[in-house]
């Protein structure tokens, strides 16, 4: 039973990572890389090659030095996968992990609150997620690309998280019922982090040009609506393929 | 929740494999996303940069 809730999730999350891993390498991960030519001395570069003036580190990072001759070829100061082979690697062993983690959190709210995924509502559950942690928080927080001012990263996280769980509260409480009530609570649980608003960005201008950073916007928003899409229907699917082996009477037909 | 036959696997696990399967899946889950997208060590930031970019977490 817990065996098969993993293998759903994990395989669900292994299919969709990797098909977006693969649309990040060829859509995304671009984007990233020209971004960071804009950046020049002072500005963020990727890992090893800078981490530069406006930088913001993670809350209790301490105070230290970047060294600003870091060209491509100097001495890392910290670890980063290198360009290339490497960095594909990484970012594809991370989407998947983080579909993973996506599969299992929203098989895990599944459980909890009695509303299996199926491959019949395997489709709602994908469009869910892609509201709940990929527009909601995007419509405080845009894509980012690296050199865009931004604000605090630590209060933008608690801003995301805060959105994804009112908006995913939201999904949850219309999945469950459709009273007047539900609609009333819902509507207001997706716009107060709104209401609230996200952390600002800093009124600097932005290192990267406008074209860039509107079609990352764009393809980022749009890739994970394709991910949460193959996320939730597979998943479904094999839910429903593992749950008609070990029932008496197999699953419905699906197709 | 464990009469007769399910048509699928949720509906055929009492509420007491539901929280633990649910507890389960939460706390792996949880991990995995912290671990990708909002850990601040920078070994975990810099291999994980662009799926953070990518997938629309807060990243720098």
Known sequence: MIRNLFAAALLAALCAGLITAAIQHFRVTPLILHAE????????????????ADHDHAAGTPEHEHDAVAATEAEPEEWAPADGFERTAYTTLATVLAAAGFALVIGAVSMFAGLPITFANGFLWGIAGFVTFSLA??????????????????????????????TGAACLLLARTRAGWAFAVAIALVAIPHIIGAPAAPDKP???????????????????????????????KLNDVFAGRSATIPAGATA | MNTTTA?????????????????????LGLTLLVGTGFAGDFRLHNGAHDTRHAMGFPCH
């Open chain 1, 37 to 52: 030519t804009f950046e020049g001395e002072g500005g963020h570069s990727h890992g090893a090659e800078a981490v530069a």
């Open chain 1, 137 to 166: 928080p995007a419509y405080g927080l845009a894509p980012e690309l690296p050199g865009m001012p931004a604000a605090d990263l630590f209060a933008r996280q608690v801003w995301w998280v805060g959105t994804a769980l009112a």
């Open chain 1, 206 to 236: 932005s290192a990267v040009p406008a074209h860039l950073a509107t079609e990352f916007a764009a393809i980022t928003l749009g890739t994970s609506l394709v991910f949460w899409l193959i996320l939730g229907t597979i998943f479904g």
């Open chain 2, 7 to 27: 048509s699928t696997g949720l509906q055929s696990l009492s509420i007491s494999q539901r929280i633990i399967a649910g507890s389960l899946a939460l706390l």
